[in-house]
């Protein structure tokens, strides 16, 4: 196969399918990558990092080894627009770059205006949904929080990047506190009507923290004050030492407004096969930006599979074939409870001709039976795989 694919966005996507484009077609594809960021920050572990449980350095990887190991060009840069019809990206700094195929996977941004007094003010209510600079300011924010203090986090209405994401959060948030400062408290504020990924399993993590964490449902977060750090919910309004929302979210701004078809207004629609935004030849959108198959969740795990099945049908595509036959996708996602105990939930989805979307396999994948340590090892293995797997 010949041709040039241009990706957008170096995350679990992204860099999956830069690297995968150029080890498959064996370097006769020209890879260009273009990132905002000059490094990887990943989010997986990153709550780790706000538990005081590791360094930043710890999930931060560089772009180097794309370059110099898989002759991918990866270029620094914002991308402005994308012009579907002449086949072309515009960047910030580097003028317009034309494709013969372009991968969006820009991830998620927060929806402007869906809280109100919040837009803007991400030093004073940080979210750190986005791992970089957000991470070490929300660390920082509860290292000087004083012993009885309230950390009050809210999460929005599913679907959210990461499902189980938050509780674990709330989890590690209250494994420091409970070590350093245990007349403190951890107010979960879910917007939801029960807790989204592996209930069983964080009900009992939350138990195990008393009074140090409380978990409220139904909570929808309608504004904040940013200054004085109160959220206001529906019946009830909050005073937290440090307020970390979450905030409603849909597909990065570059897939949202790029006049693809979404679903909700938020979320990309694709064709499974090719991962195509339906009608728009050429455009292809993965990862947390799509709206997802049937108890598909927005992971990194699932990115990943995504930048695998979308590196398949390009190079298909390039040589005249179809895109794909019958793509099986699989997820795993591990969350800490504590310092050690780990949970997971796991899933396989296989794509069904009838319906044009994956569906899940039943009878595979499942929840851990209980916390325990040795998924603990597991965890910081499927890191360190995953992160080797793009970057490497
Ligand atoms: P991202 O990885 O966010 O990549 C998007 C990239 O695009 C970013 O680097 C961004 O800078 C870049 N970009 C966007 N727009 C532009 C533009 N216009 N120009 C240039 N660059 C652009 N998933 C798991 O599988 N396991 C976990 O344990 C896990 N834990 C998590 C914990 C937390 C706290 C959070 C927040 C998430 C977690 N996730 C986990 C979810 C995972 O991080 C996301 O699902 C994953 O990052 C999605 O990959 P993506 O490629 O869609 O987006």
Not at 85 to 98: C, E, I, N, Q, S
Not at 307 to 312: E, S
Not at 354 to 374: M, Y
Request: with cysteine.
């Amino acid at each position: 196969a010949k041709g040039h694919i241009v990706v957008v966005g170096g995350g679990f996507g992204g860099a999956t399918v830069a690297k995968y484009l150029r080890m498959w077609s064996q370097g006769s594809v020209d890879v260009t990558l273009i990132e905002r960021n000059t490094r990887f920050v990943s989010c997986p572990i990153s709550n780790l990092v706000i538990g005081g449980l590791q360094q930043m350095d710890d999930i931060t990887v560089s772009y180097d080894n794309l370059r110099e190991n898989w002759g991918v060009k990866v270029i620094t840069d914002e991308v402005t627009a994308l012009d579907p019809d002449k086949r072309m990206v515009t960047t910030a700094r580097h003028g317009t770059l034309g494709y013969d195929r372009v991968v969006l996977s820009p991830g998620i941004d927060f929806i402007p205006g869906a809280v109100a007094g919040l837009d803007g003010n991400e030093e004073l209510v940080p979210h750190a949904w986005k791992a970089g600079p957000q991470t070490a300011l929300l660390r920082k924010q509860l290292e000087d929080m004083p012993d009885g203090g309230v950390f009050a986090l809210t999460i929005p209405r599913a679907p959210y990047r990461c499902p189980p994401g938050p509780y674990e959060r709330a989890c590690l948030v209250a494994n420091y506190l409970r070590d350093t400062k245990p007349k403190s408290k951890v107010l979960v504020l879910d917007a939801n009507d029960e807790i989204q990924s592996k209930k069983g399993l964080f009900t009992k993590a939350f138990e195990s923290y008393g009074a140090l964490l409380e978990y409220v449902p139904g909570s929808k977060l309608e504004g904040v004050d940013a200054a004085s750090r109160k959220a206001r919910l529906e019946f009830d309004e909050i005073k937290a030492d440090v307020l970390n929302v979450i905030p409603p979210m849909r597909a990065g701004n570059i897939a949202a407004q790029a006049g693809l078809p979404l679903i909700n207004e938020r979320w990309v629609d694709v064709e499974w096969l090719s991962m195509e935004a339906k009608g728009v030849p050429g455009v292809h959108v993965i990862g947390d930006a799509i709206f997802p198959a049937p108890t598909m969740p927005k992971s990194g795990h699932m990115a990943n599979q995504h930048g695998k099945l979308v590196a398949a049908a390009i190079l298909n595509l390039l040589e005249g074939k179809a895109p794909n036959a019958a793509p099986v996708l699989m997820n795993t996602c591990y969350s800490f409870v504590d310092d050690k105990n780990v949970i997971h939930v796991a899933s396989v989805h296989q794509y069904n001709a009838e319906k044009q979307q994956p569906l899940p396999v039943e009878g595979a994948g499942g929840v851990s039976a209980a916390a325990n340590e040795l998924e603990g090892k597991f965890a910081m293995g499927w890191a360190r795989n995953i992160w080797a797997d793009m970057l490497a």
